[in-house]
């Protein structure tokens, strides 16, 4: 487990287990708030702390359960199996649908940023009947993404390809010195400065950890393999998402300048909206009034 926990102003901190295959997994998350539920879902290599500055205002009028995904934060990190398919995006949406059913919410709102928002086209695909409305934050879909790769693409986002690396080699080289990979990764285009001291000393801490960072890889290799068999298979029956989706992206993203996102999710959902934003990557932790914003009117 991480050493670290930033607590959300106002909410509780709890944490369930969900059965599965090969044991119970933990997942942790916060909630506070009344009114609709609306689960967020975090991106790599972070943790439900990316909400800390818009959770307490969606509180206001929602239930806000803010989670840690399987592999990181305060969730359980198991060790994966040759075929990926403990970090499946499958098997990690079966969690968050777990933990909501078992918060006794049948059908909620859903927000997922980054590997969130690629958990939460699984969940929403998988789930249809739960997911009332969808928000995703910075990504393309991965089928897409990767049978689109371009140079621009493998350079900018080369961890794609490093981290589904065979076991142990990215896991290895992280581990030399953590602090400054995470530091390579995540502030390479804006700096850290974005970033709490309370966040980063989280984010850090999962990195650090090798459990977290086996996960973290797993998450990845998973989207390489297993999760393209799922795509695929979503493709070849022509099931797509049903609920309304709002797409956000960043401005001077990489997603933005490799992808077109709306044209993207409109090929595998049936209402689709969106726009670029006046940021990058990390869009709660950049532009949180304008997500807020942006939150409120998809979700009243």
């Not at 592999?71 to 990926?84: A, T």
């Not at 009332?132 to 140079?151: A, V």
């Not at 065979?166 to 080289?173: A, F, H, K, L």
């Not at 990764?185 to 850290?192: F, K, P, S």
């Amino acid at each position: 487990m991480t050493t670290t926990n930033c607590l959300i102003s106002g909410f509780e901190q709890n944490s369930i287990a969900i059965p599965a295959e090969d044991g119970p997994i933990e997942i942790s998350y916060q909630f506070g708030g009344s009114g609709p539920p609306l689960l967020l879902l975090h991106g790599f290599p972070q943790t439900k702390a990316i909400w800390e500055t818009i959770a307490p205002a969606l509180a206001k009028n929602y239930t806000v359960i803010a989670s840690d995904l399987r592999g990181y934060g305060q969730s359980s990190k198991p060790h994966g199996k040759p075929d990926h398919s403990t970090y499946s995006k499958r098997a990690m949406a079966a969690d968050q649908h777990a933990l909501m059913q078992s918060l006794g919410y049948e059908q909620y709102f859903l927000l997922g940023h980054d590997r969130g928002g690629r958990v939460s086209h699984r969940l929403a695909m998988d789930y249809p009947e739960s997911v009332l409305r969808l928000m995703l934050l910075d990504i393309s879909p991965t089928l897409c993404m990767y049978e689109n790769t371009t140079m621009a693409f493998a350079k900018g986002y080369w961890h794609w390809f490093f981290l589904i690396q065979d076991e142990p080699t990215p896991e290895t080289m992280i581990a030399a010195n953590p602090e400054f990979w995470l530091k390579n990764h995540m502030g390479r285009y804006a700096g850290t400065g974005i970033f709490s001291p309370a966040r980063w000393a989280e984010y850090l801490a999962g990195a650090s950890n090798p459990q977290s960072m086996h996960a973290m890889c797993e998450d990845y290799r998973a989207a390489a393999s297993i999760d393209l068999v799922h795509d695929r298979a979503d493709r070849a029956t022509g099931q797509k998402l049903t609920m309304p989706l709002r797409v956000l992206w960043g401005e001077h993203g990489l997603v933005n300048q490799c992808f077109h996102p709306l044209a993207d999710w409109k090929a595998v959902a049936d209402e689709v909206s969106g726009k670029a934003l006046p940021c990058g990557h990390y869009i709660p932790e950049e532009l949180p009034e304008e997500l807020l914003n942006e939150a409120r009117k998809f979700f009243a």
